[in-house]
T-cell receptor
Framework: DVKVTQSSRYLVKRTGEKVFLECVQDMDHENMFWYRQDPGLGLRLIYFSYDVKMKEKGDIPEGYSVSREKKERFSLILESASTNQTSMYLC????????????FGQGTRLTVV | LAKTTQPISMDSYEGQEVNITCSHN???????ITWYQQFPSQGPRFIIQGYKTKVTNEVASLFIPADRKSSTLSLPRVSLSDTAVYYCLVGPFSGGYNKLIFGAGTRLAVHP
């Protein structure tokens, strides 16, 4: 069974903390994505990566960075968490260059206090 | 990437057929139309994809008219478990890196 696994289901962090959200996929996919989801706004793309060490900004990259050191792992980093980054974060992966099925993790609900 | 427009919400009752239409006036020749379904507290899951005419699988049907400027996701005889948000995406099937851009989706509520 294909799987995208996010390291935490729920996280509570303090304002100003550096936060790492981890995502691992076992399908050998080239593409990996990070989204945030807020009520009424759907999924908004933060960053995506099409290969190891390669990344491109999505629609809302401000306040975030990413790391892809291994093909199976894609990390989202909040350099200095703020309360407006409280959200549901979703990771996804699919085959590069193909608009094929994307597989999503279960999501990480991050609360910044 | 072609912009898509969907209704924000829809209501239905168990046993009815539900049709959700997505407008994509600027669809390109090599674009495909893909629909995802998202249940509460879960990530979206792929349900169907098509290029033209009609595609059917065990979950839904996708109707695409000849001009491809819109598409309709059809869910036959919905049940309470079909309550979810449905997203329409339009983009090229192949040929390079693909950003998956989701809109706000259509929130479908199925009532007893």
């Amino acid at each position: 069974d294909v799987k995208v696994t996010q390291s935490s289901r729920y996280l509570v962090k303090r304002t100003g903390e550096k936060v790492f959200l981890e995502c691992v996929q076992d399908m050998d996919h080239e593409n990996m994505f990070w989204y945030r989801q807020d009520p009424g706004l759907g999924l908004r793309l933060i960053y995506f990566s099409y290969d190891v060490k390669m990344k491109e900004k999505g629609d809302i990259p401000e306040g975030y960075s990413v790391s892809r050191e291994k093909k199976e792992r894609f990390s989202l980093i909040l350099e200095s968490a703020s309360t407006n980054q409280t959200s549901m974060y979703l990771c996804a992966s699919n085959i590069q260059g193909m608009n094929t099925e994307a597989f999503f993790g279960q999501g990480t609900r991050l609360t910044v206090v | 990437l072609a912009k898509t427009t969907q209704p924000i919400s829809m209501d239905s009752y168990e046993g009815q057929e539900v049709n959700i239409t997505c407008s994509h006036n600027n669809i390109a020749t090599n674009d495909y139309i893909t629909w995802y379904q998202q249940f509460p507290s879960q990530g979206p899951r792929f349900i169907i994809q098509g290029y033209k005419t009609k595609v059917t699988n065990e979950v839904a049907s996708l109707f695409i008219p000849a001009d491809r400027k819109s598409s309709t996701l059809s869910l036959p005889r919905v049940s309470l478990s079909d309550t979810a948000v449905y997203y329409c995406l339009v983009g090229p099937f192949s040929g390079g890196y693909n950003k998956l851009i989701f809109g706000a989706g259509t929130r479908l509520a199925v009532h007893p």
